[in-house]
């Protein structure tokens, strides 16, 4: 009976992982602003220590107390801040807060040809 053997190339490729998808889920709770308020949410790329440009992510103001920020990369760290809108006015940014997204892990399995 003859053994079946794949290709080592094809065989690895076969069971490597697929990176993962990152992304960032953000919560908060407000307790000052009256019900109908909504929300911005703002980004920087870096902690929050370094952070200067923040480039607003919401294209409409969020009526809910989070948001999920599917656009990162991994081996990154983003710092997020968030801002109270009643038109036409908005607040200023909250304090922010840093999230760190993990790197890509692959794994690579290799058989060995007899």
């Not at 081996?75 to 809108?85: E, I, L, M």
């Amino acid at each position: 009976m003859k053994k079946a053997l794949l290709c080592p190339i094809l065989f690895a490729a076969l069971l490597m992982a697929r990176p993962p998808q990152h992304s960032v889920t953000l919560n908060w709770q407000d307790s000052i602003n009256p019900a109908g308020t909504t929300y911005n949410v703002y980004k920087a790329t870096g902690a929050c220590s370094s952070a200067s440009a923040f480039a607003k992510l919401n294209t409409s103001p969020i009526v809910t107390k989070s948001y999920v920020d599917a656009n990162v990369s991994a081996n990154t760290a983003y710092c997020y801040a968030a801002t109270s809108y009643v038109s036409p006015a908005e607040s200023e940014k909250s304090s922010g807060v840093t999230a760190v997204v993990p790197g890509n892990h692959r794994l690579w399995f290799f058989r060995r040809s007899r």
